[in-house]
């Protein structure tokens, strides 16, 4: 099955400063890739996702960029703010040959704290 | 509008007792999934219903556990004699998926989780 690795563990940087995830996957059948901010008690929230046929995409400050040869992918965030700081994962999955996707595998998480 | 809701939001228990744990997914999502996620560690898959069906139980740890969605909305993941290695958050997420090859509708949007401790 799946195996999806994600480094650092923690990541401590200055507000205003770039901070940058990494995420490998072990499938190449899997062609969906979601980044997901979990906040203490809360569930895990939709950040931005990428999909096997194209290598980057952008939403504000936001930037997920895919290697399908290499198999690994990366979340950077630009200008980060306090309210960035949060636990992030990474998740990958495959999709079904009669449509709808596989259930996610995960990384461990990031945990991301912004210094004021 | 409503996303996905999860009832209790806690619940103890005493090992060798049964739970079941509820999801309401998305209005309209026929897709729905329940993850397990232990203290500082990522959501782990174990099961997916597509409708009414399981289409994907693989990752039920064992036969303790089972999942139920009979009409294609709410679902229930019952556990049975509960173990103190079940305590973690039970987390339930719906997709919108509508079948016939529709692109890019597979999303998850993620409840609030359900903490589940086993004393």
């Known amino acids: 099955g799946e195996n999806v690795e994600q480094h650092p563990s923690t990541l401590s940087v200055q507000e205003g400063d770039s901070a940058v995830i990494k995420c490998t996957y072990s499938?190449?059948?899997?062609?969906?890739f979601p980044w997901y901010k979990q906040e203490l008690g809360k569930g895990p929230q939709l950040i931005i996702d990428i999909r096997s046929n194209v290598g980057e995409k952008k939403d504000q400050r936001i930037a997920v960029t895919l290697n399908k040869t290499a198999k690994h992918f990366s979340l950077h965030i630009t200008e980060t703010q306090p309210e960035d700081s949060a636990v992030y994962f990474c998740?990958?999955?495959?999709?079904?040959?009669?449509?709808?996707?596989?259930?996610?595998?995960f990384g461990k998480g990031t945990h991301l704290i912004i210094q004021p | 509008g409503a996303g996905v809701s999860q009832t209790p939001s806690n619940k103890v228990t005493e090992k060798g007792k049964y739970v079941e744990l509820r999801c309401d997914p998305i209005?309209?999502?026929?897709?729905l999934y329940w993850y397990r996620q232990s203290l500082g560690q990522g959501p782990e898959f174990l099961i997916y219903f597509q409708g009414t069906g399981a289409a994907d139980d693989s990752g039920l740890p064992n036969d303790r556990f089972f999942a139920v969605r009979p009409e294609g909305s709410v679902s229930t993941l019952k556990i049975q004699r509960t173990e103190r290695g079940d305590s973690a958050v039970y987390l339930c997420?719906?997709?919108?998926?509508?079948?016939?090859?529709?692109?890019?509708?597979?999303?998850?949007?993620f409840g609030p989780g359900t903490r589940l401790t086993v004393l």
């Open positions: 209005s309209g999502h026929t897709a």
């Open positions: 998740a990958a999955s495959g999709t079904r040959s009669g449509g709808g996707a596989d259930g996610l595998t």
């Open positions: 997420a719906s997709s919108p998926y509508q079948g016939g090859g529709v692109p890019y509708t597979d999303t998850q949007y």
């Open positions: 499938d190449s059948a899997s062609n969906y």
